[in-house]
């Protein structure tokens, strides 16, 4: 069974999750309302006479030290010991870096951020990470560039190739992300070429109605029995920022012999009263735009 969040930090993050015990609001009306909260707690900071929103030097000063704590914590030891003969047999050649939420504001998102971070120096990954998130502002935007990262600017929801071996990271980002990019891939070369850090597909299909599944989680559901899953530790002294993760990464050659109808595919689209993401039109709908963050 999966822990359930209980920070007591709040943030307006980048998939409509909250840093709480809340449970996700649902619904286009409650997702445009929390839109707007968000436009208005952006319009109202502080601002900064150096930067405009955040002051980026002491903030890369303090996730700097929040990057070293990490690395030197068992926990990240322990991880790392239960992941990285997978990761090192895939030979990863991209990781993209989904939904990690609001840096500046929640500290979630900031641990989430230095594990990859430090994952990516233990597996020797000499390329840059890629990040998304429909609500990164110009400034996060500018941190992530001085962390040696690239922030990409289209909201795919989630329906990225897999054309070369890589390593998703969505770090407690919507099921609606992982069920969208595994339709992506839904083909026995493309699977092959995805390892995945992202909540449980066990707790998932343990915790919710089939219904809902059937709905919202369908490739999900039907891959599960050919994924390998590797739970992270329950041991960070902070016990909300990795609960419920798991590495996952698919059995080809059990997948090797499913029948040809295992393959057959519809694009997921989703009820609005189910919806956990952000999709591109809800994002044009925001009073802060990704046109207006990346000018």
Not at 270 to 284: A, F, H, K, M
Request: aromatic share 12%; charged share 25%; hydrophobic share 40%.
């Amino acid at each position: 069974m999966s822990e359930e969040n209980s920070s007591a930090v709040q943030s307006f993050d980048g998939f409509i999750q909250v840093c709480s015990k809340k449970k996700n609001r649902r619904g286009q009306k409650n997702l445009q309302a929390r839109s707007a909260d968000f436009s208005s707690a952006y319009a109202t900071r502080e601002l900064s006479a150096d930067s405009g929103y955040v002051n980026i030097k002491p903030f890369l000063r303090r996730y700097a030290e929040t990057e070293c704590d990490l690395r030197l914590s068992t926990f990240f030891t322990d991880a790392t010991e239960k992941i990285f003969p997978f990761l090192e047999q895939a030979q990863i050649e991209a990781i993209v870096c989904l939904g990690l939420g609001r840096l500046s504001e929640c500290a979630i998102s900031r641990h989430q951020l230095a594990f990859i971070r430090c994952l990516q120096e233990k597996i020797n990954f000499k390329g840059e990470i890629q990040f998304y998130d429909p609500i990164f502002n110009r400034d996060e935007v500018k941190i992530l560039q001085d962390l040696e990262g690239i922030v990409l600017t289209e909201n795919l929801e989630g329906k990225y190739l897999a054309d070369r071996k890589t390593l998703f990271y969505l770090p407690h980002c919507p099921k609606q992300i992982s069920n969208n990019l595994l339709w992506k891939n839904w083909q026995l070369d493309l699977l092959s070429n995805i390892i995945l850090i992202s909540n449980s597909f066990e707790s998932i299909l343990t915790n919710s109605p089939r219904r809902f599944l059937d709905a919202n989680a369908k490739f999900i559901l039907e891959i599960a029995k050919y994924c390998v899953e590797i739970r992270f530790p329950v041991n960070y002294k902070y016990t909300d920022i990795f609960n419920d993760i798991s590495l996952h990464c698919f059995d080809i050659a059990a997948l090797k012999g499913v029948h040809s109808d295992f393959w057959k595919s519809v694009e997921p689209h989703y009820n609005v009263d189910t919806l956990e993401l952000i999709t591109r039109e809800i994002q044009q709908n925001l009073k802060v735009t990704n046109d207006d963050i990346h000018s």
